[in-house]
């Protein structure tokens, strides 16, 4: 092995035939997100979640270890660049719900794995799961001490049940197709209040159907309209002692690590994103002459902000994949990277959509085309995941006044 | 398959490079302070010397060619070592590199025989100069009448090539005594009538060069110490039998030159920036500022850093990917160096100018490093094709093709 950008035939294969599923099926569902509601938006997407699930899309996610099929987390990624290129929001119901099993994948235990994931694992139906950390009031310092309110869902045991109060919100998928629940919810709540929260905070499993479920609203989102963000309480939610997921009280921790995997994918939608936004603009700016002489492709202030997106977009890839390589291997610099990819992807996307919309003119101010959509769903990405600014830059500044850092780390790492 | 861990070989050549850096090139740094270009270079010479001996000009040259070299991503590990203490003297090394690609790219196996060998054995200072651009501006060289284009001239007289005219930015071109480089590979129009992609031909000149008239070395911003000349070419002899490629064929084989070193520039960009990041780090975790606490615990400070450390780890791994494309002769090769070059050069510059903003005054004292960098880094996006004039150009040319397809460059179509 050495430096290489190259896709094996496993790649490719898989590169195309997510890319001719996103076309055939991932395409039609994006009428969905013309209806009224946020809940009807999300409804209407069932059927095309549906055929991702059967033709192998989420076991593809899950590892091979816990039952699925996926080897590496830069497969994943040539995957989901296909889908989320063509589809956000239904793409980012399916990455969702990868995001809600990972603390089960990454800190759960054979039994929990055995009797949880099953769902999961056949290629039928249309299960969901939520990782539910973010709260009403803001979670960026969900690690605060008090007087902080840093996690504010709470866990009390009471004999051999976890009792859990709180409320929880910007959830992908959490109260599920009928609001009575996800099939998995992965809650991250404070088990002990009297300790730092470093140790006081767990992730516990909740199983559908959870009586104490209470939808609040659907969030109406400015993009990603087809993906559904609940509001919502947990009332006296009771759950099983067994469904402790890692250690107890170490939940801060395993949602670090969820969150670290997930941060390098944040960067390969932004990839996305930006790349049907280009195919559309260097369409239209070899073919639409707005009046003139020739196609606009001709002027030089087009054809250099074409050059300069481009330019942005090979970066991020590159970047992403390196990122997402590091997570596989396990390197030193895997975490440090992840965020990079995820703070670069997110904020590049941002800022390459304005400029295509500003290339093509006016015209991609109506939502005949797609820019505005891909413009809308690109604003999120800097604000989840761990919002940029209160999170991911937070962590890189943390990495960066280890005593032990070394800006080298991150190259030069020679094959074992 | 998708990688980015070194050979061992690689690793080790990473650690051998920095090691040289360090104990060697650092002190070159001095020469810098001399009052003229002239002095300056040839104050860099000893060092240019012992890189030579140890070996890493002969890194530089394809195996194939006699050199050392395994390809550009071996190239890039060790620029970016060397370039990130000393980018003087590592652009003489690599200008002259530069110099060599035509007949590298272009020339026939008995021309290299001919004219490699000062390069290939690990000794003395051999110089070669590629004589590009000229005053007035070579952006527009391919252009048609009216525009000048080149504006160098060749004529055939005899068994020879007959050369006049002007050319300027030419790193060590007129060499360590005004007498030229040990090669010239000079891009002339042979052809007076010819339409440009047929009129315009690279030759090859050996010094010392009679006829080479020294202008002026050129009093750059940066890169110091490095000899950047402007000159004239009167009535300048070279054997016929010195033309490298086909005749006429001189564009073609200038812009295979350039799609080589673009690559490098972006690595060039991320030494430098690598250079700034690491004082500024340190100067953050130590220096207090008359405040409670090291800088670095502010939070403006901690984002600022995140976000250079952020774009240094993103122009490393595009040039590497650039580097790796022309390895392999991806057909994406082309768009991926040019993106490199304008990414990791402008990187450069806005990453190095926001890291002096982290440092504060002090870095506006060129006890600090900081100055010296951004100078060199200001030659990025201008050298070796500008940006503007040229590479983004290059770019909406490809995507202006029939056949463009913007998968290619993405291992995607």
């Not at chain 1, 990603?224 to 009280?249: C, E, I, K, M, T």
Request: glycine share 10%; charged share 20%; hydrophobic share 45%.
């Amino acid at each position: 092995m050495a430096i290489d950008f190259r896709l094996t035939a496993r790649h490719s294969e898989l590169q195309l035939q997510s890319r001719q599923f996103a076309r055939e099926v991932l395409s039609r569902a994006l009428k969905a997100e013309a209806l009224p509601t946020a809940e009807e938006r999300f409804a209407a997407t069932r059927p095309a979640y549906e055929a991702m699930i059967a033709a192998g899309f989420l076991r593809k996610c899950i590892p091979l270890s816990a039952g699925g099929e996926n080897v590496a987390l830069i497969d994943t990624a040539i995957m989901v660049e296909e889908l989320y290129a063509v589809n956000a929001s239904v793409t980012l119901t399916l990455i969702g719900t990868v995001l809600g099993l990972l603390p089960l994948l990454i800190g759960g235990t054979e039994e929990q794995r055995g009797r949880l994931l099953p769902p999961f694992l056949k290629q039928a139906g249309a299960p969901l799961a939520g990782f539910c950390a973010t709260e009403p009031g803001g979670s960026a310092n969900a690690a605060s001490p008090p007087p902080g309110d840093g996690v504010r869902t709470t866990a009390t045991l009471r004999g051999e049940r976890w009792i859990i109060e709180g409320r929880k919100s910007w959830v992908s998928s959490a109260t599920g197709w009928d609001r009575k629940g996800a099939d998995i919810l992965s809650v991250l709540c404070r088990t002990n209040p009297d300790v730092p929260p470093e140790r006081g905070i767990s992730v516990l499993v909740v199983e559908r159907p959870a009586s104490g479920l209470v939808f609040e609203r659907a969030i109406d989102s400015v993009g990603h309209r087809a993906h559904l963000l609940p509001q919502f309480n947990l009332r006296q939610v009771s759950v099983s002692r067994d469904n402790v997921v890692g250690s107890l009280g170490g939940g801060l921790a395993l949602t670090a690590a969820c969150f670290t995997g997930a941060a390098a994918l944040v960067g390969v939608f932004a990839v996305a994103l930006m790349r049907a936004a280009f195919e559309f603009t260097l369409d239209f700016a070899r073919t639409e002459r707005r009046g003139g002489i020739h196609p606009i492709i001709e002027h030089q202030a087009v054809g250099y902000a074409l050059a300069d997106a481009k330019t942005a977009i090979e970066a991020a890839r590159c970047r992403c994949w390196r990122a997402c390589q590091a997570v596989d291997v396990q390197s030193p610099g895997a975490q440090e990277l992840a965020i990079e990819a995820k703070i670069h992807g997110s904020e590049t996307a941002v800022r390459v959509l304005t400029e295509l919309m500003r290339v093509v003119g006016i015209e991609s101010y109506d939502h005949a085309l797609p820019l505005g959509r891909l413009l809308q769903d690109a604003l999120a990405l800097p604000l989840f995941g761990g919002g940029n600014i209160g999170v991911r830059r937070r962590q890189l500044h943390a990495i960066l006044k280890r005593p032990e850092y070394d800006p080298l780390t991150t190259s030069g790492e020679a094959e074992v | 398959m998708i990688d980015f861990t070194f050979t061992a070989q690689q690793r080790d050549l990473q650690l051998a490079s920095r090691k040289f850096a360090k104990e060697v090139l650092n002190e070159a740094k001095a020469a810098e302070l001399l009052s003229t270009p002239e002095e300056r270079f040839l104050a860099t010479r000893p060092t240019y010397e012992a890189m030579v001996a140890a070996g890493y000009l002969r890194k530089c040259i394809p195996a194939p060619a006699g050199g050392d070299n395994a390809g550009m991503i071996d190239m890039a590990i060790l620029a970016e070592e060397f370039y990130s203490v000393n980018a003087s003297v590592t652009l003489t090394m690599l200008g002259t590199v530069l110099g060599l690609l035509p007949l590298l790219l272009g020339g026939t196996p008995d021309q290299c025989m001919r004219l490699l060998g000062p390069f290939l054995k690990p000794s003395g200072v051999p110089l070669a100069g590629f004589c590009s651009s000229e005053p007035g501006g070579s952006a527009n060289a391919a252009s048609p009448p009216p525009g000048e284009g080149v504006r160098t001239t060749a004529r055939r007289e005899g068994g020879n090539w007959v050369i006049n005219g002007r050319k300027k930015w030419v790193s060590s071109a007129t060499g360590w005594n005004r007498e030229g480089a040990n090669l010239l590979c000079v891009v002339c129009r042979t052809d007076p009538a010819a339409a440009p992609d047929a009129a315009i031909s690279i030759l090859a000149v050996e010094g010392p060069v009679t006829g080479l008239v020294f202008e002026r070395a050129i009093d750059t911003i940066g890169h110091r110490a490095h000899l950047v000349p402007q000159f004239g070419l009167q009535n300048v002899a070279t054997p016929h039998h010195n033309l490298l490629g086909q005749e006429g064929s001189g564009l073609a084989l200038s812009a295979a030159a350039f799609t080589g070193t673009a690559a490098l520039v972006g690595i060039f960009g991320v030494a430098l920036m690598r250079a700034a990041f690491d004082f500024a780090l340190h100067f953050a975790r130590t220096e207090k500022r008359g405040g409670v606490h090291a800088i670095i615990e502010h939070q403006a400070v901690g984002y600022a850093l995140a976000d250079a450390k952020t774009t240094i780890e993103a122009a490393r791994c595009l040039s590497w990917r650039a580097c790796h494309a022309l390895d392999i002769q991806s057909p994406a090769a082309e768009e991926l160096a040019v993106q490199a070059k304008i990414f990791g050069s402008e990187a450069a510059v806005r990453v190095i100018t926001d890291l002096m903003r982290v440092v504060g005054i002090d870095s506006y004292d060129h006890e600090a490093p900081f100055a010296r960098l951004l100078q060199d880094a200001l030659a990025l996006p201008i050298f070796d094709g500008g940006n503007m004039g040229i590479r983004r150009r290059q770019l909406q040319m490809m995507f202006k093709r029939n056949d463009y397809d913007p998968l290619a460059a993405s291992g995607a179509a």
